[in-house]
């Protein structure tokens, strides 16, 4: 049976975000895209003591047979996560960043660690605020290409050694210098071993050798801090590394990279939630206009604006449906790599298709700053490069049909 009704629980909190995004999120929304390193204070405070919002964070985001099974909080999971962040992100994806949550570090947590680290770096903060995390995979040298990873962990008795630079960090700097915050670092235990000796570590906040070196200025999503990070000798605990220290040839990789089933449908939710506010924006703009969109009339008579905008619903409705699919998968226990990738790889075109025909169909208005259009066309663009860029995406989506592995396809 097919069932596209959200539990009336995930209904309700639905309803509880989009009321968060609308009173707590757009108001501020253009003053921190401006004011970009600032952080939102208030907003901050209100998220931490607001702890249902910790359902919608990592916690929720990962394969776990406890989340499925579990009486507390929602059945499926990780559908929870993605309606959830498309509300949030409706109303703002860069303060959506920006509150804290175990975030992308904590899925790589759910996804490699053992049941132990679950318990040691997920478990709630002092007052039980959720703890921040980020990831850092991304090195001057190496993006798309995961597997060409140059920092080095080394081990020394009862410890790991790490050196090495990562940039680009989502939540770096909040995850490295806030008293509840934690980095999981990708490295190499053995470079002559290739993917094979990648695993991450978890590396706790203020950990001597762990330094922030820069905060970068965006396009976008500009209340979210991304970092640059130098680990120099920086020195952790040997059971800080995630999964088996084994270097396997087969398949230890591929765990490490079950993080990503994970995550992208979830930055695929952000990218809907930004192009569904572009599109309803558009939307109550027409009707204040006098302008319909005539739905169910001959295509031959359709104007060009309302083929667009029939475009953009068509857009987001299919990048909507591939990602709950994604999640639902998850959280049933299927393997959901290429749905995760599809879901990522057409939600990305679709927020940037549909932000972009925004600020075209709205003519000046749409490029002025007295609105968010222009912001939500900036805010879209990250979409299709984090978590696997478009065309990564796609080559894994080719790979996974076509039965091709790394090798063949690249
Ligand atoms: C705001 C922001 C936040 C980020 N957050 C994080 C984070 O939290 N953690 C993290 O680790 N990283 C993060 N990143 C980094 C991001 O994941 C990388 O930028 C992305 O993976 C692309 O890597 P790259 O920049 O090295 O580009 P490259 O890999 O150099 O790619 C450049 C272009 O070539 C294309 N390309 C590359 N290889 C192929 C191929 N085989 N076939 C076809 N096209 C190809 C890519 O799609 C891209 O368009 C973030 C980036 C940004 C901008």
Sequence with gaps: MIDFELEPQTAERVKMYHAVAEQMMRPISREYDEREHEKPRQFLEAMWSASALADATSEGGAKTKEGAKSDRG????????????????????????????????????????????KERFLKRFRGGKPKW???AITEPGCGSDSAAVTTTATR???????????????????????????????????????????????????????????????????????AALVFDNCRIPFDDILGSPEVRPEGGFKNVMATFDATRPIVAAMAIGVGRAALEFVAGFLKEQNVPIRYGISPRRLTALERDFMEMEVQLKAARLLT??????????????????????????AVTLI??????LLGPLGYSRRYLVEKWMRDAKINDIFEGTQQINLLIVGRRILGYGSKELN
């Excluded at 709950?324 to 075109?349: F, I, P, Y």
Aim: net charge neutral.
């Design 156 to 226: 020394d008795g009862d410890h790991w050694v790490l050196n090495g630079t990562k940039i680009f960090c989502t939540s770096g700097q909040m995850a490295a210098e806030k008293s509840e915050g934690f980095v999981v670092v990708w490295a190499t235990v053995d470079k002559s071993a290739g993917r094979a000796g990648i695993k991450p570590f978890v590396v706790e906040h203020n950990t001597p050798g762990m330094t922030v070196v820069r905060v970068e200025n965006k396009l976008g999503i500009r209340a979210s801090d991304t």
């Design 74 to 117: 929602p059945r499926l999971r990780n559908l929870y996560t993605v309606v959830t962040t498309e509300e949030l992100c409706w109303g703002d994806a860069g303060l959506f960043l920006s509150i804290p949550n175990p975030g992308l570090g904590g899925a790589a947590v759910m996804a490699a660690g053992t049941p132990e680290q």
């Design 133 to 135: 995390g980020a990831m």
């Design 355 to 360: 932000t972009q025909k925004a600020v075209e």
């Design 324 to 349: 709950w699919r994604a999640a639902w998968m998850l959280d049933v226990g299927k393997r959901n790599s290429l749905e995760a990738s599809m879901a990522k790889a057409k939600a990305g075109l």
